[in-house]
């Protein structure tokens, strides 16, 4: 089935460490997306890229990092930089084409001790 | 402040009609969208309105829009305990680059026995 693969679900980690997360689409889409989650806010764009190799910031890049090397996987870096990093993590793709519609991974939360 | 704005909360009864409202504020939005969220999921594409419709049907959803007042509306009828979750309003704009979908915050929809 196709479809987009985060991991982990689930990520603990302690102040001042950097930590990845994954995200994997056999969706063949072009664009890929990483949202941030609060609670009671909207998604927050983080990153996307729209071809391989190249990206773009969101509205909240700061103290995030990623790499697009592969048209399947756009993996994002949570660094120690990020001043409050535990949140909700949503990874989303699209073709670009007829409605734009974004399809979206299951989410990885991160909670930092 | 957000450009998309729901209300937050929701409660019904079981086998009574849902309205969820959201207001948007670019004129030149192409296409809206409602996405459900399940708990600890990722989001699900529900249903969307190109915005040179007024309204689109499908199954227990009506989708009701009103582009003089930037008023998008999701009508559920015979609201199921399974529709409890968070709904999501979103837009795309078509001078935007693609899908980078402005959201709401959600409304989390709690439907009692």
């Known amino acids: 089935d196709g479809g987009i693969t985060q991991s982990p679900k689930y990520l603990f980690r302690k102040e001042g460490q950097n930590v990845t997360l994954s995200c994997e689409q056999n969706?063949?889409?072009?664009?890929m997306y990483w949202y941030r989650q609060d609670p009671g806010q909207g998604l927050r764009l983080i990153y996307y890229?729209?071809?391989?190799?190249?990206?773009q910031k969101g509205d909240i890049a700061e103290g995030y990092s990623v790499s697009r090397e592969k048209k399947e996987s756009f993996p994002l870096t949570v660094t120690s930089a990020q001043k409050n990093p535990t949140a909700f993590y949503l990874c989303?793709?699209?073709?670009?084409?007829?409605?734009?519609?974004?399809?979206f991974g299951e989410g990885s939360r991160l909670t930092v001790l | 402040g957000e450009d998309v704005e729901q209300s937050l909360f929701l409660s019904v009864r079981e086998g009574d009609s849902s309205v969820i409202n959201c207001t948007y504020t670019d004129s030149s939005s192409t296409y809206l969208y409602w996405y459900k969220q399940e708990p600890g999921a990722g989001l699900q594409l529900l249903t969307y309105i190109f915005s040179n419709m007024d309204m689109k049907q499908d199954q227990r959803l009506t989708v009701l829009l009103n582009k003089k007042d930037k008023h998008l509306s999701l009508r559920i009828a015979d609201t199921q305990t399974g529709d409890s979750a968070i709904y999501f309003c979103?837009?795309?704009?078509?001078?935007?680059?693609?899908?980078?979908?402005?959201f709401g915050a959600g409304t989390q929809v709690v439907v009692t026995p």
């Open positions: 979103a837009e795309s704009v078509l001078s935007d680059s693609w899908g980078k979908l402005q």
């Open positions: 989303a793709s699209t073709t670009g084409l007829g409605t734009g519609e974004l399809f």
């Open positions: 969706l063949n889409h072009d664009a």
């Open positions: 890229s729209q071809i391989v190799n190249d990206f």
